[in-house]
């Protein structure tokens, strides 16, 4: 990942409209910010939510609130908590995400 073109600027995320994304269960709201090819976003994960694809995305993700399940395609699952992140890099490794009880994350990919 290059940080490029990229001024200093600060986020209210209060004020970011967010978008409705459904999962195969619940829901995610993404509060997103585009900065070149860099994209930042807020997630907030609705309680029993699964989602619908896996992803191959890379990201670093932290989780802020919550609980979130995340399930790697070979069968390898880990738990993240306030306070615990993960990095994977694109098309590393495929994985998605579950909760029972919801979830807030901050992602950068």
């Not at 995305?57 to 615990?84: A, M, N, Q, V």
């Amino acid at each position: 990942m290059e940080l490029k073109n990229i001024p200093f600027g600060l986020t209210d995320w209060a004020k970011i409209v967010p978008t409705e994304h459904k999962g195969e269960t619940g829901m995610a709201l993404w509060y997103t910010q585009q900065f070149d090819t860099i994209r930042v976003r807020m997630v907030e994960y609705s309680t029993d939510y699964l989602a619908d694809h896996w992803c191959e995305k890379g990201h670093i993700l932290l989780c802020l609130e919550g609980e979130l399940h995340t399930e790697l395609s070979d069968g390898r699952s880990f738990i993240l908590t306030p306070g615990i992140s993960y990095q994977v890099a694109d098309k590393a490794e495929a994985h998605r995400s579950r909760t029972k009880v919801g979830a807030k994350l901050f992602i950068v990919d």
